[in-house]
């Protein structure tokens, strides 16, 4: 029978805890723990998706429609019903993230030193804190500037309808990569955790970063005026630097 063992993870490079308690499991083994993790996440998230249609969602995106200014048009008539359902599993995956990470951290947990333990219980919190920080200056910044732009621009010869479905799909995508962009200083500096990289090295890319971070600013806001490219550019070349500072004390 085909196994896989700490000791063996630990030869091939991979930190692992060498406990006591840490025993040779099975490649099934692995595979049945990880269909449990799946099970309680997945039955976590319909749970918060059931709490969400019952409770959040209208208020959620009534939330999100609100920098449009207008009643936002459904061409088809499933249209509505679809997106308030789409909008309700985000919302119960939301709801669902702390079941979600933790049974993740369960899942990777014994291959870890007590060190590593620690760093990644600091860090699942840090990287939610950082996300919702990324999501409240999307929402608040970012999308009702890119939203005026877009509905404005042309508006003396065309008159602008969105429909429900572009327009849920524009949002959410953008404050989706705005908030991961907001994972930049956490990212930097556990790889100078792990000795990937180091402040001396992250601090001569600087040039590099702030290229980068441009670019990333255009491909986020999906329009081509230069303001609302730099709303977005700036902040993420701020995490950059950071990262660098709190890669110092990695």
């Known amino acids: 029978?085909?196994?896989?063992?700490?000791?063996?993870?630990?030869?091939?490079?991979?930190?692992?805890?060498?406990?006591?308690?840490?025993?040779?499991?099975?490649?099934?083994?692995?595979?049945?723990?990880?269909?449990?993790?799946?099970?309680?996440?997945?039955?976590a998230t319909i749970l918060g998706m059931v709490i969400a249609a019952l409770f959040l969602t209208w208020p959620v995106v009534q939330l999100l429609a609100e920098p449009y200014g207008a009643k936002l048009v459904a061409l088809g008539p499933t249209e509505t019903f679809v997106i308030y359902f789409k909008v309700a599993l985000v919302i119960g995956a939301a709801l669902a993230m702390p079941v979600?990470?933790?049974?993740?951290?369960?899942?990777v947990l014994p291959a870890l030193h007590p060190d590593e333990r620690r760093y990644l219980f600091i860090g699942v919190p840090s990287i939610t804190?950082?996300?919702?920080?990324?999501?409240?200056?999307?929402?608040?910044?970012?999308?009702?500037?890119?939203?005026?732009?877009?509905s404005s621009?042309?508006?003396?010869?065309?008159?602008?309808?969105?429909?429900?479905?572009?327009?849920?799909?524009?949002?959410?995508?953008?404050?989706?990569?705005?908030?991961?962009?907001?994972?930049?200083p956490l990212l930097l500096f556990f790889l100078a955790k792990i000795g990937v990289v180091s402040a001396k090295q992250l601090g001569r890319y600087r040039r590099f970063a702030l290229v980068g971070a441009f670019v990333m600013g255009a491909a986020i806001t999906p329009t081509p005026d230069p303001f609302n490219q730099t709303l977005v550019?700036?902040?993420?070349?701020?995490?950059?630097?950071?990262?660098?500072?709190?890669?110092?004390?990695?």
């Open 1 to 43: 029978m085909m196994s896989i063992s700490l000791k063996h993870i630990r030869n091939q490079g991979f930190p692992v805890n060498n406990a006591p308690h840490d025993r040779e499991m099975t490649l099934l083994e692995h595979l049945a723990e990880l269909r449990h993790r799946l099970i309680i996440a997945g039955a």
């Open 100 to 107: 979600i990470v933790s049974q993740i951290i369960l899942f």
């Open 129 to 150: 804190v950082a996300f919702c920080i990324g999501l409240a200056f999307g929402y608040f910044v970012v999308v009702p500037s890119a939203v005026r732009f877009l």
């Open 153 to 184: 621009f042309g508006a003396g010869t065309i008159q602008s309808q969105w429909t429900l479905e572009k327009y849920f799909d524009f949002v959410s995508s953008l404050l989706f990569w705005i908030g991961v962009s907001f994972e930049t």
């Open 233 to 250: 550019s700036i902040p993420i070349y701020l995490l950059y630097e950071l990262g660098v500072l709190l890669a110092r004390f990695a």
